[in-house]
DNA sequence: CATGGATTCAATCAAACGTTTGAATTAATC
DNA sequence: GATTAATTCAAACGTTTGATTGAATCCATG
């Protein structure tokens, strides 16, 4: 049995740095462990099926960063309500400090990303698997921070802010537009400063409509500017 | 030459469909045709590859759908500074109207968030080229409206709008949560009130930072609570 | 040093992929 | 009614995909 442990980490080591880049689906096996310098029987050996290679590369981070999302919400909540700002900071920051790590830290925070975006079925309920205690932990949480607000209305807003995230996440740097978007020159925790101020007014808001004059007109089939 | 219009047009349609249920990637050009019920040199015959039909069914709404947001500000701007709300809904007004038309809208504003996030180089560039002129003029129009802001911080804050945008549309009810985003009885308008509430909270908020106590240290590698 | 389970390897599989081909079909033009 | 161009079609192209096989290799153990 040589090096076994080593083959193992070196595909998954391999896999979070080309599933980041091109999506799970956009990675064929062969390539992966080509790049890995493995064979591809060893792929199936260890893992049994690319499917279980890309849960594994995944699994193997976003558990340690969602223990400690909950563990700082729990040292949080024994000073009493935390404010909508430590919540934020409770979630957003093990994240962003994995994706800070030296290494490969940022591969998978793009890897987690694209596993809520691409349309595969079994990474959607992977995701799905691995995120539901978290979720409903920070949405309790919130409910309690921002009581004037109704619950649906505290689900809609942390959907708005995980977009804010898993955008951001996604799109380092390069975007629609050359200066859209956090610069290069921007540090993580600028980014999670700007990001936390941003999405903590945004579920501070008041909760009734203040819509501008045009909104309703906008949204109803006008002729005049609508073409 | 039978019904070459409607070959193509009905090759559009099924890639709408298709694309924004499955991915570009996701969707094969075989199954694709054999949907639209037409051969699947039809498609080379008119098109010439797969990127092109991608690239056609994008560019076929999405053009009128940024038309509109530009003379929509046309509009606002003809008035004087837009307000913050005014300028999110000559944003996300159109691309949500679009979404509610009863045929096939809501389907290519999944396909048009697709085309933001799947890896594939061409889907990346094209969305650039159909963006950057209404990109640009809003930043510009932002800018004005957040006088206090610096550029930077005005790029940055739009990266995370659209990110809201983006996260909104592409998942409009299932998420990682039950009862988490816009739910099943929400109207487009609501969920566009509310998104445009959110935004326009967090575009102006403090440009200053009010960081919570433990941010810093949630961010530092601390062994106390990490683990 | 022999045994045996763990691991790697080259080779191969059927299926699916995007694309191409050349003949058949359709509809307008002369 | 023959000619021509546009369009459709079934069939096949070569390549790549994830998966599998069985022999070879490794290493800890007896």
Redesign the interface.
């Known amino acids: 049995m040589p090096n076994a442990r080593e083959t193992k980490e070196l595909i998954l080591d391999t896999a979070e740095k080309l599933f980041s880049?091109?999506?799970v689906?956009?990675v064929s096996l062969r390539s992966l462990t080509a790049a890995a310098g493995v064979n591809i029987a060893a792929a199936h050996y260890h893992f049994g099926s690319k499917e279980e290679v890309a849960k594994a590369v995944f699994a193997r981070r976003i558990r340690?960063v969602n223990?400690?999302r909950i563990?700082?919400l729990d040292?949080?909540q024994e000073h009493g309500q935390p404010?909508v700002?430590?919540l934020l900071?409770?979630f957003f920051?093990?994240a962003?400090?994995l994706a800070?790590e030296p290494q490969r830290g940022y591969d998978f925070m793009r890897l987690c990303a694209?596993f809520y975006?691409?349309?595969?079925e079994y990474l959607e309920s992977t995701?799905?698997e691995e995120?539901?205690q978290v979720?409903?932990r920070f949405?309790e949480a919130f409910q309690r921070a921002l009581p004037e607000l109704g619950?649906?209305?505290v689900?809609?807003?942390?959907?708005?802010a995980?977009?804010?995230?898993?955008?951001?996440l996604?799109?380092p740097t390069r975007?629609?537009?050359p200066?859209?978007?956090?610069?290069a020159s921007?540090s993580?925790?600028a980014?999670?400063?700007?990001?936390?101020?941003?999405?903590?007014?945004?579920?501070?808001?008041?909760p009734a409509?203040?819509?501008?004059?045009?909104?309703?007109a906008?949204?109803?089939?006008h002729a005049e500017?609508?073409?």
Chains 1, 2 share one sequence.
Request: net charge negative; glycine share 8%; hydrophobic share 40%.
């Open positions: 880049e091109k999506g689906d956009g340690p223990r400690e563990q700082l040292t949080y404010s700002e430590e900071t409770a920051a093990p962003l400090r800070r694209r975006s691409e349309p595969a995701f799905r995120f539901s979720l409903s949405h619950e649906e209305e689900g809609l807003r942390l959907h708005f995980i977009g804010v995230m898993v955008h951001t996604l799109n975007t629609c537009l200066r859209l978007g956090p610069q921007d993580d925790k980014t999670l400063d700007a990001m936390v101020r941003f999405v903590a007014a945004g579920m501070r808001s008041a409509a203040q819509f501008p004059a045009g909104a309703v906008a949204l109803s089939a500017v609508a073409q």
